[in-house]
Each structure stands twice: as structure tokens, then as C-alpha cells.
T-cell receptor, first 112, second 113 residues
């Protein structure tokens, strides 16, 4: 089984809808991250969390919110989806004392 | 100026070729450097860390030049399976920056028979 899972893997939604992307991990890592990837722009950090009570904005947090429900779960919400939020979204984890991030398989989101 | 810049390519090379990718970073306080590999429609995975003294892992060699704020990745004897996007990744030192990785936009490599 994968160490970092994301649901859903693909989602098509309409403008204005609320969407939640979920991430779960079995690695026991305290640090979790949400990125989006767009062609030509690489990975950009949306939010990150160093533990359940510590949540921080990344470089492109506008239009997004997160919830760290437990050490193993980190959800990303789009309160009112817009077409320019169409992208590939990755969740990642990292353990203490390490710089290696482990990524989930990604969620391909399309907002029409 | 982007914090981490890479030549996006694409690089198209024959099997057996040697290919080099370059990356520059803007923040001189950056302390940790990495190359990640991302296959098409897959998640990124750590390829190797980059140390000041340079380091090698099989056919892959990574180098760091702190004075020029420049990182490189050399792939020797390219294989078809090396075809992927290579991401240059940088982390600032300590404090609230610890664990925040900044990714370049990636360099696309295609190795052909």
C-alpha cells in the first residue's frame, strides 16, 4: 500500500463549487504539505503544517484553506472553485531531521 | 526573479549520451539542495541530495557552487529510463524555513534509441 494517498485522484467540478481534497499518510511524519503544479510553473506551495496545531500559508494560499485533522491527515479545500485553480495537486510529507519529501500520487482537478 | 531557475529544455539525447542540467538559486541563505525526478503524470521523487563537495551516485553526479549560487546534475551513459523531468530543489536554513522546499520549474529530458 502507498505511504501517502490522495483522494480523489481526478475531479471535474463547476465554478463556485466547494471542493475538498484529502491526504492521508502512514509514514508517521509530522510535516505535511500541499502543492499545486501547473505546466511551466513547477510546484508551488499552497499550505504546510509542521504538526496538528501548526499550519502555515505558502506562496499561493489565496482561495484555499486547509485542515489538519490528525497527524496523518491533511485536507485542502477550495471554498469556491474557479477555473484558474485547474491544476495537478500534490500532498507531501516529511519526517523530522530529513529533507526528503514523500509525495502522494496527485489529484487532477478541473474547474469548468 | 524566480527563486530557483532551470532551463526547461526539452533536452533530447540519444542513448549513451552525457547530458548536464543547470540550476541557479537567488537566495544566498539557501542551505540544502536536491534533485528530484518526476516521471510523466507521476509524483516527484528524490533523486539525490547535493553537497558542497559534489557527490556521485552511479551515473549521476551533482555539484554545488555556492559562490555562483549554481547547482548542476550530470547524467552519463543515458538510458531510455532516464527520460523524465528533473526538478532542482532548494531549502533555506533553519527556523520557520526548515522543511520549506522551493522547486524549480523542471528540465525535461527525453532519451531516444
Amino acid at each position: 500500500d502507498a505511504d501517502v494517498t490522495q483522494t480523489p485522484r481526478n475531479r471535474i467540478t463547476k465554478t463556485g463549487k466547494r471542493i475538498m481534497l484529502e491526504c492521508s499518510q502512514t509514514k508517521g511524519h509530522d510535516r505535511m504539505y500541499w502543492y499545486r503544479q501547473d505546466p511551466g510553473l513547477g510546484l508551488r506551495l499552497i499550505y504546510y503544517s509542521f504538526d496538528v496545531k501548526d499550519i502555515n500559508k505558502g506562496e499561493i494560499s489565496d482561495g484555499y484553506s486547509v485542515s489538519r485533522q490528525a497527524q496523518a491527515k491533511f485536507s485542502l479545500s477550495l471554498e469556491s472553485a474557479i477555473p484558474n485553480q485547474t491544476a495537478l495537486y500534490f500532498c507531501a510529507t516529511m519526517g523530522r531531521g530529513s529533507y526528503e519529501q514523500y509525495f502522494g500520487p496527485g489529484t487532477r482537478l478541473t474547474v469548468t | 526573479r524566480k527563486e530557483v531557475e532551470q532551463d526547461p529544455g526539452p533536452f533530447n539525447v540519444p542513448e549513451g549520451a552525457t547530458v548536464a542540467f543547470n540550476c541557479t538559486y537567488s537566495n544566498s541563505a539557501s542551505q540544502s539542495f536536491f534533485w528530484y525526478r518526476q516521471d510523466c503524470r507521476k509524483e516527484p521523487k528524490l533523486l539525490m541530495s547535493v553537497y558542497s563537495s559534489g557527490n556521485e551516485d552511479g551515473r549521476f553526479t551533482a555539484q554545488l557552487n555556492r559562490a555562483s549560487q549554481y547547482i548542476s546534475l550530470l547524467i552519463r551513459d543515458s538510458k531510455l529510463s532516464d527520460s523524465a523531468t528533473y526538478l532542482c530543489v532548494v531549502n533555506l536554513a533553519g527556523g520557520t524555513s526548515y522543511g520549506k522546499l522551493t522547486f524549480g520549474q523542471g528540465t525535461i529530458l527525453t532519451v531516444h534509441p
